[in-house]
């Protein structure tokens, strides 16, 4: 050790020199890497749901449609919700949490690097493996997201495809434990000097409960898919209701922390998006950080609700916790909106899909209040109002985070902007064809139409509502090409050169990962540029309040 | 039938709670996108908490939470009160892809069922004005019978019985739905109800073919 090697020195320690090109990616123990490769394989897999949505919608726009028949489409809406949950949102939410958490804690790598890789490989595996169900002769696995036995047993599902779901669905779902398990290592024990947990920024936070709830909740889901391969097994096992009502107990008690799963670290995302271009740190930042913690506690007893037509459920405990979450949820707009209230805005491309979020996801959020109400969810449960529901909070809500994020994130990432022009169209776009494919489902739902219908007929009366929700899936189709088109083309841009290196902080953000280089070193600080000093949740606004050169200096500094 | 009355209050109650948190909400955003804009040199302002302000607003969801869990339990036990008078029995089995409807109080032990197959629905015959005990099952996978116009529905489980009481105040027709998905035919599995005068029913439980339409 006399003579420091020229560079990575660090990243080598003494060991053979890691490969590079795409064997470097695949192999790669940087935290950095591994949140890249799972957020863009996410991203991947969302354009070919996004097919698979089209697909429905191309089926469902007018009655008595024979484009895709009843088995073809009940795979197709079956890998859908299954693709979006299991292998698009969920991964994003972890892969975000994996490249982040580390920068924003000023940490140089993940605890558990290697393990993560592995969880990695273990989701890429599942995905493929559920997907091949389209190459088996029978198709690929068709019984929802949820497979309730005994529709899901080997009877009544006999097609490989089913099997090749239960396991592709378990290898995911262990890899993103995995992954979570490393995330919440990494910001319980790896923070920098300085950073203690009231000064974690709120991503972080999104990440404890996010994490807290992968690790309580997912293992109910491996056991609820054991229980399905054995009872596919023997046949004998789901005759008996005990374990056709248990299974749907312990697969709810995954299924709805899950959607937690897929849903705060894309708020923290907004949250953080909205205090920088409000230009002020984020308000109400401890009642947000506890509100979480209780969110993601009180997830664990609500699963029950997804059961009030089952008449096997307790009602009324299900309701009241469910109902009760509205306390957490509001505590978390009023840091929303009044972080805005008192900002000063600017109105840059993440910024926009992050106020969008604020009116889109309330929408799921107060139509989730209504479905918590028994007496309401009787009637419009497993109908389109639970579709309007889902949509409003996973896409409308989430999928916007998710663009917040991305927008806001590509240049720390890849060193450059996204094109504001294309943005802009696909952030307008996105808002019109959302809202016009899923606003109709509410009023869909309550006029009766049931969910996973693969058609309906002409006196149902359901065809101009259907019919607008297509044309809004046909949006969000141009949508989503503008914002691959954009993706696509500023890398290529990139690639040859063209592209003005964004700086280090284009957004003028607050969080650590913003005083390292675009993109960051491999270990994150280099010697020269440090891990500045952390003094709130907001290090690099204290920075720039103390030397006075912003407009927010103005604003009285928090600690 | 007390499932749509229930139904049909609590609905609009909470729908105008989230209509009016809608507005507020909306209300909001529109003051700051107005009026915070940069391009009008407006500063920022506010404090970085407002603990107090929070505490009280904490309150108040959570008095609204229990009155919304309090009130909605009361409206959820007012539907599934004990009827007045002895009800009338009807087992409904779901199957794939279809429905039966027995009649245990029948003495020729009436039974309807049908293959939901073009115009081939069968139909649900109670009597108008009485409470009606649904007894569901199911005789392969999940089903689940749901009434749309009545506001109402509830699974239908192999190897476990579910209950549940309606009354249709008046004569009619409509249509039900199977809810749960159950396999290739889910989207046809329809079926209709329908409430017919006491006497006729009295005639169709001992074996009479229906006054009027063939369904």
Known sequence: MTVAPPEDKEATGGRPVAPSGWLGWATSTDHKRIGLLTVATSLVLLLLMGVLALLMRGQLAQPDEHFLDPLTYNQVFTIHGSGMIYMVMTPFAIGMGVYLVPLQIGAPGIAAPRLTLLGYWLYVLGAVMMLSGFATPNGAHADGWFSYPPMADKEHSPSIGSDLWIGGVMLATTGVIIMG???????????????????????????????????????????????????????????????????????????????????????????????????????????????????????????????????????????????????????????????????????????????????????????????????????????????????????????????????????????????????????????????????????????GMPRRVATYATFDGFAWLNLLASIGAGVLALAMTAFTVNVLWTLRKAALGRCRPAGDNPWDAYTLEWATTSPPPRLNFAPGRPVPPVTSFAPLLDLRQREGGTPAAKEASGS | MVQRHVFGSVFALESAIAGFVFLVVLALLGH??????????????????????????????????????????????????????????????????????????????????????????????????????????????????????????????????????LTLDHEGRWRGRCAEFCGERHYAMDFWIKAVPPDEYDRFLHGQPLAGAAA
């Open chain 1, 181 to 447: 398990w490393a995330v919440l290592w990494t910001v319980l024990r790896r923070r920098a000097r300085g950073m203690t947990m009231l000064r974690l920024p709120v991503f972080c936070w999104s990440m404890i409960a996010t994490c807290l709830m992968v690790i309580g909740a997912f293992p109910a889901l491996l056991a609820a898919l054991t229980l399905l391969a054995v009872g596919r097994a023997d046949a004998s096992v789901f005759a008996s209701n005990v374990w056709n009502i248990g299974y749907q107990h312990l697969f709810w008690f995954y299924g709805h922390p899950v959607v937690y799963v897929m849903f705060f670290p894309f708020l923290a995302a907004v949250a953080e998006v909205l205090a920088v271009f409000s230009g002020r740190r984020f308000f109400g930042y401890k009642g947000t950080a506890l509100s979480l913690l209780v969110f993601a506690a009180i997830s664990m007893s609500v699963w029950g609700h997804h059961m009030f037509a089952t008449g096997q459920a307790t009602n009324d405990y299900y309701s009241l916790t469910s109902i009760a979450l509205l306390v957490p949820a509001g505590v978390e707009y009023f840091g929303m909106v009044g972080t805005v209230l008192g900002g000063r805005l600017r109105f840059p491309v993440p910024m926009l899909f992050a106020l969008a979020f604020i009116p889109q996801f309330l929408i799921g959020g107060l139509t989730g209040i209504m479905i918590g109400t028994p007496v309401i969810d009787y009637h419009v449960t497993d109908s389109y109002f639970i579709v309007a529901h889902l949509h409003y909070v996973l896409f409308a809500g989430s999928a916007f985070g998710l663009f917040a994020a991305v927008y806001y994130w590509f240049p720390k990432v890849t060193g450059v902007m996204l094109g504001e022009r294309l943005g802009r169209l696909h952030f307008w776009l996105l808002v019109i064809g959302t809202n016009l494919t899923f606003l109709p489902m509410f009023a869909l739902g309550y006029l």
């Open chain 2, 32 to 165: 700051a996108l107005l009026r915070r804009r940069a391009a009008r040199g407006t500063p920022v302002t506010g404090q970085p908490e407002r603990p107090t302000l929070e505490k009280y607003y904490v309150g108040v969801l959570t008095a609204f939470a229990v009155f919304l869990v309090a009130w909605t339990a009361w409206q959820n036990h007012r539907e599934h009160r004990p009827p007045r008078s002895t009800p009338v029995t009807v087992d409904v089995t779901g199957f794939q892809w279809c429905w039966k409807f027995s009649y245990p109080q029948s003495p020729v032990k009436r039974s309807v069922t049908g293959t939901c197959r073009g115009r081939d629905l069968p139909t649900l015959v109670v009597p108008a004005g009485r409470p009606v005990r649904l007894r569901l099952t199911a005789k392969d996978v999940i089903h689940s019978l749901w009434i749309p116009d009545l506001r109402y529905k509830m699974d239908a489980f192999p190897d476990h019985v579910n209950t549940f009481t």
